[in-house]
């Protein structure tokens, strides 16, 4: 099974500020990641696929980056909308894992 | 609007039986393979189970397997999670989700989820 880390666990921003969040692979998945956004109270939500593919209707400014072991999600302003807690998932093999996610917070 | 509708989650208990439905609208079902995720309250997502469009080919994590079973009726556009031999490590939210068949396997949409709590 491939073990999916996230760090760091919480982070805080100022609203129009940037955040960069990143998830490690125990091994290689090379472009096989996928980042969730999941707000309160609601489902996740898909953002990226393909390690750095935008989902349909999301905005410019979540951007993904990396391949192998190493990817980072970056929101380059944040919105109100935005504080929410992110999910990376791999999909190389089964079984399918998620990282235990980055709540990003109003600082 | 694309939706998914799980339901059938309560309260069980430990060795009891369960089992959630997921009804979709919005999009053409049989072009859709299916999954159930769940979710521990405060932890991060864990997937659990999926089942291609046809309903030939199902999958599961070493957790429930053997106890969970993946189905689905594509003349109702409804997916289907009987699970028994429930135990407390089971309790979380379900969600149903759904991927474009042929594709890999990430959840392009979500339900709202059903929760089922084990507990004596």
């Known amino acids: 099974e491939i073990v999916m880390t996230q760090s760091p666990a919480t982070l805080s921003v100022s609203p129009g500020e940037g955040a960069t969040l990143s998830c490690r692979a125990s091994?290689?998945?090379?472009?096989?990641l996928a980042w969730y956004q999941q707000r309160p109270g609601q489902s996740p939500r898909l953002l990226i696929y393909?390690?750095?593919t935008r989902a349909t209707g999301i905005p410019a400014r979540f951007g993904g980056s990396g391949s192998g072991t190493d990817f980072t999600l970056t929101i380059s302003s944040l919105q109100s909308e935005d504080y929410a807690v992110y999910y990376c998932?791999?999909?190389?093999?089964?079984?399918?894992?998620f990282g235990q996610g980055t709540k990003v917070e109003i600082k | 609007e694309v939706q998914l509708l799980a339901s059938g989650g309560g309260l069980v208990q430990p060795g009891g039986s369960l089992r959630l439905s997921c009804t979709v609208s919005?999009?053409?079902?049989?072009?859709?393979?299916m999954n159930w995720v769940r979710q521990a309250p405060g932890k991060g997502p864990e997937w659990v189970s999926s089942?291609?469009?046809?309903?030939?080919?199902?999958y599961y994590a070493d957790s429930v397997k053997g106890r969970f079973t993946i189905s689905r009726d594509n003349s109702k556009n409804t997916l289907y999670l009987q699970m028994n031999s429930l135990r407390a490590e089971d309790t979380a939210v379900y969600y149903c989700?759904?991927?474009?068949?042929?594709?890999?396997?990430?959840?392009?949409?979500w339900g709202r989820g059903t929760l089922v709590t084990v507990s004596s």
């Open positions: 989700a759904a991927h474009r068949s042929g594709q890999s396997v990430y959840f392009d949409y």
């Open positions: 919005g999009f053409t079902f049989t072009n859709y393979a």
């Open positions: 089942i291609s469009a046809s309903g030939a080919d199902t």
């Open positions: 091994h290689s998945v090379s472009s096989n």
């Open positions: 393909g390690a750095s």
């Open positions: 998932q791999h999909y190389t093999n089964w079984p399918l894992t």
